[in-house]
């Protein structure tokens, strides 16, 4: 997405964020359209906050969950999206272990598709409840100094947060053991850094990623114990970040591995916001999607795309 | 009956002439020559008369998989290739890992379109633990062993296959050839693509380089040890490349082959996400598809093969991680290989046909020259011919071809195979 698109998301959202601070945070923009979840892979959060942004936004929800693979079932991907679509779904909102699926699934169906994480390639959403939690503290990204800290390799928010804040003028810098880090950088806007502790007394936000125990097994990592050592935002790190700056987490936290609880707790961290500001992003992107883009307090539901 | 393929130019191991062909009820070569007739009359003026070709590498499918495959729509396929003859690869279920398997693939194969030449695994149910009964299968003629879909990982247990082959020479009439699919599962297990830039972008898993080049490199230090003639499969890596390049000049007994994918597609067409390009080993970089090509000019990969994978519509219509690897191959090689090998026609023809076919162990009746008394094996092709790529056309059950919908130029126009008249002006008589 280029800047005009973020922006033009960013800037729907304050509207959603302000109905979201209603008595009673409803509107009937999308009555009579279907959102359908179709996860997966096991997701409480985001499966809830697309629920929320959804039912906020007067859709009817469709829920559909498989762990992990469905050729137990023997049941080809396009047969399972086929069967969802025919329940007269408007939006599916694809969670699924492996990089690609919502852009394969949105080949096969003619309802709109929202990619809510697709393996390790990209997590959109998330990516722009982060920017709006960005900017709703610092008023503008451009000229931010931001640090994103673990599994790089692995993750789908890291790779949609580098194209967001870049695109959105801040400057990025992964931080990773270098077995953390994706094969090849070739082309990413980012500066690569193996240790934190230099970097933390100039740096506008600090964004840690999750760390799975499986890293381990995978021979990528010696243990949690040293990753912690290493990279863990603790309370003593914290203090060493500048006053103003940022800590950010895309949920859920491993207290004691990439982020201590006191550290989490921080004034500067902004973990809550995120979870809150993501129920708006949705609310924006769903309404973009499949409603008619005008008259949002009076529930038009015509028009869409 | 009798054939003639008439005005068409020859090209073959011994050079190039513009003669007729005269193709006796005998299935062999009657004449060569102007002005000759027959009861059937086959036009091949503007077109270069071969001696058919062969692939060293087809998954048929049968037994096992014929909802993806079977020997004769595979060899179906092949001939309206222009191939006459094709390497069966041993993935089958069960595993052509002993005679009963074997002499059922021929018993299929004699009553398709092309000599289907089974190939037969190294070790049992390809498992990489214990050694086939590789001479018991040499006694009824196999030549050809390898465990493909996997490498045999076993460093010990491969030496040993490679020692016991050698001993097979006197009772095959020939060296055996053992054709090793190099991949050391260690490093690539979990990957779906060549690892590297684009795989880093799209979020897939990637198997790096290395698992290739590390069994080219253990293998040609077992074949310096043990004097095993050793056929490295679709070799797909710069470094794969220039360590058989190697391994030649030190006069050691290796053979290699490249898959025409391998030197037209690179990873990024994996940014479609499409498991129709998906393929093990992976689509490379073009750092990578320019050292196949080069390959390919100076002699160090001896034969394009197609490693032609049939999969069923549906298995594709999953994701990239689930999806199984392989593409169709029959129908486009030769023009793909005319087309973007980079090499010039003679050239195009010898790694299609009596290359392969002296790797095969069947030069008497492939690939060789067009000569009175010769098997009757070969194709018409028009160089110039375009055609639109078409998975639902293909004589396949399956329908994975990468190349959809592109415009190739390089058609067969007929196909001979064992004197029968398999394909004429481009469509397969059954």
Same mark, same amino acid.
């Given at each position: 997405m280029t800047r005009p698109d973020l922006e033009e998301i960013l800037e729907l959202t304050d509207t959603f964020a302000e109905i979201g601070r209603r008595p009673i945070p409803k509107v009937p923009a999308l009555r009579g359209r279907t959102v359908a979840t179709v996860f997966f892979e096991n997701s409480t959060r985001t499966r809830m906050s697309f629920d929320t942004a959804a039912r906020r936004l007067s859709a009817d929800t469709l829920a559909f969950a498989a762990g992990g693979s469905s050729l137990s079932k023997g049941e080809s991907l396009r047969d399972t999206v086929e069967v969802v679509a025919s329940y007269g779904a408007d939006a599916l909102v694809i969670r699924h272990p492996m990089a690609g699926t919502a852009h394969r699934v949105a080949g096969w169906t003619e309802a709109s598709v929202v990619n809510a994480g697709d393996g390790c390639h990209e997590h959109p959403t998330q990516a722009l409840l982060d920017c709006y939690t960005l900017r709703e503290q610092r008023?503008?990204?451009?000229g931010m100094r931001i640090a994103i800290v673990g599994d790089i390799r692995h993750s789908r928010v890291a790779r949609s947060d580098v194209l967001a804040f870049t695109a959105l003028g801040a400057e990025v810098i992964l931080v990773a053991p270098a077995t953390l880090l994706p094969p090849a950088l070739d082309g990413w806007p980012v500066t690569v850094a193996h240790e934190l502790d230099p970097l933390l007394g100039d740096l506008d936000a600090v964004y840690l990623l999750r760390m799975q125990r499986e890293r381990i097994t995978e021979g990528l990592i010696p243990s949690i114990r040293e990753y912690a050592t290493d990279f863990g935002l603790t309370a003593d790190r914290v203090a060493r970040l500048p006053a103003d700056a940022l800590v950010l987490h895309p949920g859920p936290t491993n207290p004691g591995v990439e982020i201590s609880a006191a550290a989490a707790a921080d004034t500067r961290s902004v973990i809550l916001d995120q979870v809150v500001h993501g129920v708006s992003v949705r609310m924006a992107v769903l309404f973009l999607l499949l409603g008619s883009g005008r008259n949002l307090n009076r529930g038009d539901t015509g028009g869409g795309d | 009956m009798s054939i003639v393929l008439r005005g068409g130019r020859i090209i073959d191991a011994d050079g190039e002439r513009t003669l007729d062909v005269e193709i006796g009820d005998d299935g062999r070569i009657a004449a060569v020559g102007t002005g000759l007739s027959g009861d059937l009359d086959l036009d091949a003026s503007s077109c270069v008369v071969s001696p058919g070709f062969v692939d060293l590498?087809?998954?048929?499918?049968e037994p096992g998989q014929e909802e993806a495959e079977t020997i004769e729509t595979g060899a179906r396929g092949g001939s309206l290739g222009g191939y006459t003859a094709l390497v069966a690869m041993p993935n089958t279920d069960p595993t052509t890992d002993c005679v009963a398997v074997v002499e059922q693939v021929r018993a299929l194969g004699r009553r398709s379109t092309c000599e289907i030449v089974p190939s037969a695994a190294m070790t049992v149910d390809r498992a990489g633990t214990d050694m086939a009964p590789m001479g018991e299968l040499v006694d009824t003629g196999v030549g050809i062993f390898t465990d493909d879909g996997t490498g045999l990982q076993d460093p010990r247990l491969m030496r040993r296959v490679m020692e016991y082959s050698t001993g097979l020479t006197r009772r095959l009439g020939r060296p055996v050839v053992l054709a090793q699919h190099c991949e050391v599962s260690a490093l690539?297990? #979990? #990957?779906?693509?060549?690892?590297g830039e684009w795989s880093s972008r799209l979020g897939i898993p990637g198997q790096p380089a290395e698992a290739e080049e590390l069994m080219v490199m253990r293998d040609i230090a077992l074949v310096r040890l043990t004097g095993a003639h050793m056929h490295f499969q679709h070799l797909s890596t710069a470094s794969s490349v220039a360590m058989v390049r190697g391994a030649k000049a030190a006069g050691l007994p290796v053979t290699a082959e490249a898959t025409t994918h391998h030197f037209t597609l690179t990873d990024a067409a994996c940014a479609s996400y499409d498991p129709v390009f998906k393929v093990h080993p992976p689509l490379r970089t073009d750092v990578d598809l320019a050292a196949v090509r080069a390959g390919l000019a100076d002699g160090t990969i001896d034969a394009v093969a197609t490693d032609h994978a049939p999969h069923a519509p549906h298995t594709k219509e999953r994701t990239f991680d689930e999806a199984p690897p392989g593409m169709l191959g029959l129908e486009t090689a030769f023009s793909l290989t005319l087309g973007e090998s980079g090499l010039d026609l003679p050239e195009v023809l010898a790694v299609l046909s009596w290359r392969p076919a002296a790797i095969a162990g069947i030069a008497d009746r492939h690939g060789a020259s067009v000569v009175p008394g010769a098997p009757a094996n070969l194709c018409v092709v028009d160089p110039d011919e375009t055609w639109a790529v078409s998975g639902a056309t293909m004589a396949s059950r399956s329908s994975n071809t990468p190349y959809e919908g592109r415009t190739l130029r390089g058609r067969v126009r007929h196909t001979i195979c064992a004197g029968e008249p398999v394909v004429i002006d481009g469509e397969a008589r059954r």
């Open positions: 008023g503008a990204i451009d | 590498h087809a998954h048929l499918r690539s297990v #979990g #990957g779906y693509m060549h690892e």
